[in-house]
C-alpha cells in the first residue's frame, strides 16, 4: 500500500494547534535535498510528520510503536502500545480502533502487534505476535480472513516484525526472533523462506552497533522479485534473489563516517536508491539514510531533539515543498 500525499489541510490544522506543541524551530539535520517525513520514535513518545524545513506540522503522542502510515483520505494508521490499532483524523479524532488485546478470542493472552495494513478493500490485516497468526478484519473488528504463522521460537513480543500483503495476495513477514522472512500464501502455507545468516560472527546482546544478531526487522518485495531486508541488529540492509543469494548488502561500517546499528525498514525508491532506518546507533549517527546502488549516501536526516535513540518508523511524505 502507497503512502499517499498528506492533504495541505493538515498543515493548516497542525498550524492552528490541538493540544500538542508543534515546534517553531528546527532541529533536524537533513544532508542531501531536504524532504517531508513521517516518523516516530517510542523513546521521545511522538509521532509526527517533519516537513522539509525541519519543523513540525503534525504531531501525536504514542507509546511503543513500530508502524505507522498515511492512508489516501489523509487520516493516520498507527498503534497506540502493543495492543492497539487506530486511525485518526488530522485534527486528532479517532474514526476506528482495534484492540488485540480484547477481540477475536484473544481476551487474556499475551498478544503483541507490531505490523498493520489499510488493504485496498478496506480490511485491516493485523500481525499479532502471541497468537501466531494474521488477521484481517473490518470496521466492526470482525475477522473476514486469517492464516496462522509458522513460529519456531515463540515470543509474544518478537514473534513478528513488519509484515504485507503483497500484489499476488501472499504476506511476507519478518519474524523476528526466529531470524527468518517468510513469504506465506492465502492458506497460511510457506512458499519462500530465508534465514538471515550470522556471516560466522557470534550473537552479541544489546540494541546498539555492539550487539550483533539476526533479529531482522523488515522484508519488503522488490519489483525485480527479489527481497529488500533490514536485518535488525545484523547492523545491515540485505538484498536476496528468489533462489537465496544476496546480490546486494550494505554493511556497518560501509558508509563514512557512519555507523549502523539496528536497521529497521528498508525500502527500495523510485530512483532506484535505498532508504533505511538506522535505530540505537547514537547521537553521532543519522537515524535515516538513503543510498545509491554504489552505496553513495545522498540524503540523511538526524534529529535527536524532537526524537530520540528508538526511531524505528520512518517514510517519506510527498508534497509541502
Not at 498478544?111 to 484481517?136: K, P, W, Y
Not at 504485507?164 to 510457506?190: F, P, Q, T
Not at 530512483?271 to 549517527?285: D, I, K, M
Amino acid at each position: 500500500m502507497k503512502t499517499s500525499q498528506v492533504p495541505t489541510f493538515i498543515t493548516r490544522i497542525a498550524l492552528a494547534g490541538f493540544g500538542f506543541f508543534l515546534a517553531n524551530c528546527s532541529y533536524a539535520d537533513q544532508t542531501g535535498t531536504p524532504r517531508r517525513l513521517l516518523a516516530a520514535d517510542d523513546s521521545t513518545h511522538r509521532l509526527a510528520i517533519v516537513a522539509a524545513d525541519g519543523k513540525l506540522e503534525w504531531e501525536i503522542k504514542v507509546s511503543a510503536i513500530h508502524d505507522a502510515s498515511i492512508l489516501p483520505n489523509g487520516n493516520i494508521l498507527l498503534q497506540q502500545g502493543w495492543h492497539k490499532v487506530v486511525e485518526v483524523t488530522p485534527d486528532h479524532k479517532t474514526v476506528w480502533e482495534y484492540d488485540s488485546s480484547k477481540m477475536n478470542g484473544n481476551e487474556g493472552k499475551a498478544i503483541e502487534v507490531h505490523a498493520f495494513q489499510r488493504l485496498d478493500n478496506g480490511l485491516t490485516m493485523i500481525a499479532e505476535s502471541g497468537s501466531c497468526r494474521i488477521i484481517e478484519v473490518d470496521r466492526q473488528g470482525q475477522i473476514k480472513h486469517q492464516i496462522p504463522l509458522k513460529v519456531k521460537n515463540r515470543n509474544s513480543h518478537s514473534d513478528t516484525r513488519l509484515a504485507r500483503k503483497l500484489i499476488n495476495g501472499h504476506y511476507l513477514v519478518a519474524h523476528e526472533n526466529d531470524g527468518a522472512a517468510r513469504e506465506y500464501d492465502s492458506l497460511g502455507n510457506v512458499v519462500w523462506e530465508y534465514e538471515v545468516p550470522m556471516f560466522g560472527k557470534e550473537s552479541k546482546p544489546g540494541h546498539g552497533p555492539e550487539a550483533f544478531g539476526n533479529k531482522l526487522f523488515s522484508a519488503t518485495r522488490l519489483a525485480n522479485g527479489n527481497t529488500l531486508i533490514g536485518t535488525g541488529n545484523g547492523h545491515s540492509v540485505l538484498e536476496v534473489t528468489p533462489k537465496k543469494e544476496i546480490v546486494w548488502k550494505v554493511e556497518q561500517k560501509d558508509l563514512p563516517g557512519i555507523t549502523l546499528a539496528w536497521v529497521t525498514r528498508a525500502e527500495r525508491l523510485a530512483n532506484g536508491n535505498t532508504l533505511f532506518g538506522n535505530c540505537h546507533a547514537g547521537s553521532e549517527n543519522p537515524q535515516v539514510i538513503e543510498i545509491t546502488p554504489e552505496k553513495k549516501v545522498v540524503w540523511t536526516f538526524k534529529d535527536f531533539k524532537n526524537f530520540g535513540n528508538s526511531m524505528p518508523v520512518h517514510s517519506t511524505v510527498a508534497g509541502g515543498n
